[in-house]
C-alpha cells in the first residue's frame, strides 16, 4: 500500500466524477484501515474529513454514485421498526467450557481418541483469545458486505446489517479480485476499554445510565434500532470463524483462515498462536493470564481448536457444541451477590469510606465478602441499598467493586436510600465534607481511634519506621485496650504490656492456645517485638517525615523537605511559604504541611517521639541549595497572596520593597508603587488581614537566620560542575523539576535553550526543535536513565 497522503488529489481535468468518487471510496477506505485494524494511521483527521466530505457532496449531486460499500455508508441511516430475522446457513453453535487444567487434557486426550492417535502424539492446536463480545456473522456476496446477523438462538439471529455497517474496521468490500460467491464470516463484536471508558464519560456527563462493563456497552449498541446512535459509539471486530464459502476454496486450516482473512483486509486480533499438544495449550493460557490487564479489550478466557480443518471435520460435533475446540475460561472477574449492609470505615486521615457487605461470593478467583464503595456520591450514583442485588467485581489484584446495581431485583417496598453519617461511627465527632471534595471526614483528628489506630499501622509499615511484627491486629487491641494512645507509645511498650495484649486479644477472637491454657506463655516473640521498634529509633529524616502521616505528603515531598531544610527541629516550624518555594512543592501541600505542624497534638506527638529517642539519624544544617529560594520577591510571591504573581512580586522588590519594607507599608503610598489599581487593592486588603503584617516580620527574621546558617557553607562542588543540560520533551518518570533538581544537586546547571554551549540534552517523548537543534550541534542526547545513571556517579 502506498503512503502518500495527497494521491487522492484531482489532477486538472484527467478525472471523471466517477472516477473522482472511486478513488475517494477506495482512499478513506484505505485510511480507516490503516487506523482501525493495523492501527497505523496514515492520515491526519482532519485531511481524512475533508475527503469524506467532498465525496458526501459528490454523492449528493450525483446519487446514482452512491455505492454501498461508501465510506458515507457508515454513519447511520434511518431508524427501524424492529429488526427482522435472519436464518443462518450454517448454525453458530457454542463452546463447551473448561476451568481448570484437568478439563484441557481430558479434551487433548479426547481429541487423540476421536482422530485415532496414539495417547503420546501432540496434536497441532491454534489457540485465539475468547473475545467478551458478541458474535455476529458477516455475510459477503462477491466481495461486498450484505448483511449481517447476530448469533440468537443459533440457528436465527437478528438482522443488525445496517449497525455492523458503522462499525468501521469492518470492510464493506473484501480485498480481492476474485472474491468468493458468498462468504461467511464470523467474529466477535466488542467494545474496547478505552472507547467504553469514553462512552461511560459521556453517559456520566449527559445524566444517562452508565453501561456496568464493555460488554453490556457493545451488546446495546448493537441492539439499537437506530445505527446513528450505533455509529457513535465506536464498535471493534475480530473476526474467528467460518460458515458458509461458496466460489473459493476452504482453507486448509484455522491459521491459513485468518491469514486468508487478514489478507481480505478483515480485522484478525494478532494475539493467536499454533502450539503443539496440552502442554502448549496450558504454556499459552498462563502467558496470556499475565497479559490480560494490558490488553485493549475484555477476554474472558482463550479457545483452543484443533488447527487442521480435515481433523475439525473427523471430530464433529456432539449435540450444539463441537468436539474439535473448547473454551478455557479464566475465573470469572464478575458476580452476582446481596448487600447486607453498608458499614462506613475511618481511615487515617479521618476520610469516611463506605464498604459494602456482601454475601458471600467466589470471583476473580476468591472469597470476596465485602467491596469498596469509595465515596458518598458513588454510592448515590450507582444508587446501592442494602438488601440489593449487585454486580461485585474483581480485576486482577483490584480491590472488589460494586459495578452496577441489578434494579429488577431491588426488594419491596423499597429499601432506604444511602445516606451519609453525620458523626464518625468510631468516635461519634462532627462528620464534615467541604467543599469540592468527594470525601467526609470525621474531625475527631488524633482522638478518634479508628483515626489514631489508621495513624499507627501507617508509622509502623514497611516504607515509614518498619516495625516487623506490629501487624494490624495487635494495633488494634493495643489501641483499644489504651495501652498505646499515640505513636510514641510504641517506644515505651513493655513485655508485660505485649503478653497482656496478646491474652486479650486471643481471648476476644476465641483462639487462646491450648498452651497458655495450661500456663504456659510465650514471649519470643514479644521481645522480638520490643527489638523491632528499638531498631527503628533512627531511620532517615525522610521516611520519619513520611510515616508522620501528613496529609499529601508522600515519599517524594518527604526527600524534598529533608534535603533543603536538614532537620525535623527546622521543619516543624517553618510556615507555608518555605514549603512553597521548594520543588514540587504546591499550595496544597504546603498548607496541608503547615496545618499539621500548627495543630498542637501534633507537636506534642513529635515531642513525645524526640522525648523517647527517637530522632533521624541524617539530620544536618539547611541546605546551601536553598539560598537562591530565598530571593525575597519569590518568597513574597509563595505567601499566595491573590493577584500577585511573581513578576509583580520582583516589580516590588525591585522597587526597593522587600519583606521588612512590605511589612511597614502605609497602604496610602501604593501610587508610586506602579502595580495596577486590583493588584494594589488585593495586596492593601491582604496586608490589612489578621497576622498577616506580624506573619512578614516573622518571615523576614527567619529569612536573614537561614541565611546566616547557610553563610559559612559552599555548595559542595558536584561532579557535573560546570556541565550545562536542556531539558526536553516528556519524561516518564521524572518531573522536570524533579530532573532539573537532580542534576543541579549534581552541581550542574539547566538552561532553557540549546546552543553550543550546552553540554547534553536530555530528550523525552515528544521532543521537537531543540531534539533537532541538539542533533544539528552534534550534542549528545541522554534518555532519562542515562541522566539517571549520570547523576548518581559521584
Ligand atoms: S469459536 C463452533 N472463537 O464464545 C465454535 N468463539 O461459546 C464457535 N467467542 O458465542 C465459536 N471468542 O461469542 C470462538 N475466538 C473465539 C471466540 C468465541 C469469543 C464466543 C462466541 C460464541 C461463544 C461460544
Redesign the pocket.
Known amino acids: 500500500m502506498q503512503n502518500d497522503l495527497f494521491d487522492a488529489a484531482p489532477e486538472a481535468g484527467q478525472e471523471t466524477v466517477a472516477g473522482r468518487a472511486a478513488v475517494l471510496r477506495r482512499e478513506l477506505e484505505r485510511h480507516s484501515y490503516a487506523y482501525y485494524v493495523l492501527d497505523t494511521p496514515t492520515i491526519p483527521d482532519a485531511e481524512y474529513d475533508r475527503l469524506f466530505s467532498e465525496l458526501q457532496r459528490l454523492e449528493q449531486d450525483y446519487p446514482e454514485l452512491r455505492t454501498p460499500d461508501s465510506p458515507t455508508q457508515r454513519v447511520g441511516g434511518a431508524a427501524l421498526p424492529e429488526f427482522s430475522q435472519v436464518q443462518h446457513a450454517v448454525p ?4 463447551n ?1 473448561g476451568f481448570e487444567d484437568e478439563d484441557v487434557l481430558a479434551f487433548d486426550k479426547r481429541v487423540k481418541e476421536g482422530l485415532d492417535m496414539p495417547e503420546t502424539s501432540e496434536i497441532a492446536y491454534a489457540i ?8 455476529i456473522n458477516l455475510r459477503y456476496e462477491d466481495g461486498l458486505f450484505t448483511r449481517a446477523a447476530t ?1 440468537g438462538d443459533g440457528y436465527t439471529g437478528e438482522d443488525v446489517t445496517e449497525n455492523i455497517r458503522t462499525i468501521r474496521s469492518i470492510p464493506l468490500r473484501l480485498n480481492t479480485a476474485n472474491p468468493p460467491a458468498v462468504l461467511d464470516v ?1 467474529g ?1 463484536v466488542l467494545m474496547f476499554k478505552q472507547d467504553f471508558d469514553k462512552l461511560n464519560q459521556r453517559q456520566r456527563d449527559a445524566g444517562a445510565k452508565e453501561f456496568a462493563n464493555p460488554r453490556n456497552a457493545a451488546a446495546g449498541s448493537l441492539r439499537q434500532l437506530d445505527s446513528k446512535i450505533t455509529a457513535q459509539r465506536k464498535l471493534r471486530f ?1 473476526a ?2 467460518i460458515g458458509a464459502l461458496d466460489g473459493a476454496e476452504r482453507p486448509e486450516s484455522h491459521r491459513d483462515l485468518l491469514a486468508w482473512y487478514a489478507a481480505l483486509g478483515l480485522p484478525v486480533c494478532a494475539e493467536n498462536a499454533v502450539v503443539a499438544g496440552a502442554q502448549g495449550l496450558l504454556d499459552f493460557y498462563r502467558s496470556i493470564q499475565q497479559k490480560r490487564d494490558g490488553l485493549g479489550y475484555e477476554i474472558d478466557g482463550v ?1 483452543y ?1 484443533v488447527n487442521s480443518f480435515t481433523q475439525q471435520e473427523q471430530l464433529g460435533f456432539v449435540s450444539r ?2 468436539r474439535f ?1 473448547i ?1 478455557h475460561k479464566f475465573p470469572a472477574q464478575e458476580a452476582l451477590t446481596t448487600v447486607s449492609g453498608i458499614d462506613i470505615q475511618v481511615g487515617r486521615t479521618g476520610a469516611l469510606t463506605p464498604v459494602a457487605r456482601l454475601a458471600p461470593v467466589f470471583v476473580g478467583g476468591v472469597t470476596v465478602t465485602n467491596a469498596t464503595l469509595h465515596n458518598e456520591d458513588e454510592v448515590r450514583r450507582k444508587d446501592v441499598r442494602i438488601g440489593d442485588t449487585v454486580i461485585v467485581r474483581r480485576a486482577g489484584d483490584v480491590i472488589p467493586e460494586v459495578v452496577a446495581v441489578v434494579l429488577e431485583r431491588r426488594p419491596q417496598p423499597e429499601p432506604a436510600a444511602f445516606e451519609m453519617l453525620k458523626t464518625c461511627p468510631v468516635c461519634g465527632s462532627h462528620v464534615v465534607r467541604e467543599e469540592g471534595e468527594a470525601v467526609a471526614r470525621c474531625t475527631g483528628g488524633l482522638s478518634c481511634s479508628a483515626q489514631r489506630k489508621e495513624a499507627i499501622r501507617h508509622f509502623a509499615s514497611r516504607k515509614m519506621m518498619d516495625i516487623d511484627g506490629l501487624g494490624e491486629r495487635y494495633i488494634d487491641t493495643l489501641v483499644d485496650l489504651n495501652i498505646v494512645k499515640g505513636i510514641a507509645d510504641l517506644y515505651q511498650l513493655q513485655l508485660s504490656d505485649l503478653l497482656e495484649m496478646k491474652r486479650q486479644a486471643d481471648l476476644r477472637d476465641g483462639v487462646t492456645p491450648e498452651t497458655v491454657l495450661q500456663g504456659k506463655v510465650a514471649s519470643k516473640w514479644a521481645e522480638n517485638l520490643i527489638a523491632a521498634i528499638a531498631a527503628s529509633k533512627q531511620p532517615p529524616l525522610e521516611r520519619l517525615l513520611f510515616a508522620l502521616g501528613i496529609r499529601h505528603v508522600g515519599e517524594s515531598t518527604a526527600k524534598t523537605l529533608a534535603d533543603y531544610l536538614g532537620s525535623l527541629a527546622l521543619i516543624r516550624q517553618v510556615p507555608a511559604c518555605i514549603f512553597r518555594i521548594l520543588p514540587d512543592i504546591g499550595a496544597t501541600v504546603a498548607w496541608s504541611l503547615a496545618e499539621f505542624f500548627s495543630q498542637p497534638q501534633n507537636q506534642q506527638a513529635i515531642q513525645a517521639l524526640i522525648d523517647a529517642k527517637v530522632e533521624a539519624r541524617d539530620e544536618k544544617a539547611v541546605n546551601p541549595k536553598l539560598r537562591d529560594k530565598l530571593e525575597p520577591a519569590v518568597l513574597l510571591a509563595a505567601l499566595d497572596i491573590p493577584k500577585l504573581t511573581l513578576a509583580r512580586c520582583k516589580q516590588l522588590t525591585e522597587r526597593g520593597i522587600g519583606l521588612e519594607e512590605l511589612a511597614e507599608l502605609d497602604t496610602d503610598s501604593f501610587t508610586v508603587l506602579g502595580l495596577p489599581v486590583d493588584v494594589q487593592q488585593s495586596l492593601s486588603q491582604w496586608l490589612q488581614q489578621g497576622t498577616h503584617r506580624q506573619d512578614i516580620r516573622d518571615l523576614h527574621v527567619l529569612r536573614l537566620s537561614l541565611l546566616e546558617q547557610m553563610a559559612g557553607q559552599v555548595l559542595e562542588e558536584g561532579h557535573l560542575s560546570g556541565k550545562t543540560f536542556v531539558l526536553t520533551g516528556t519524561l516518564a518518570e521524572l518531573s522536570r523539576d524533579q530532573a532539573k533538581a537532580l542534576i543541579e544537586a549534581a552541581g550542574g546547571k539547566v538552561s532553557g535553550s540549546v546552543s553550543k554551549k550546552t553540554h547534553y540534552l536530555v530528550a523525552g517523548t515528544e521532543a521537537g526543535s531543540k531534539l533537532e537543534k541538539a542533533q544539528e550541534l552534534g550534542i549528545p542526547i541522554l534518555t532519562e536513565a542515562d541522566l539517571l545513571q549520570l547523576c548518581s556517579r559521584s
Request: hydrophobic fraction near 50%; charged fraction near 30%.
Open positions: 453458530m453453535l457454542s463452546l467450557n485465539d483469545l475468547k473475545f467478551d463480545g458478541l458474535a448469533r464470523r466477535e475480530f474467528y470463524g479457545v481448536k457444541a463441537p475446540a473454551a
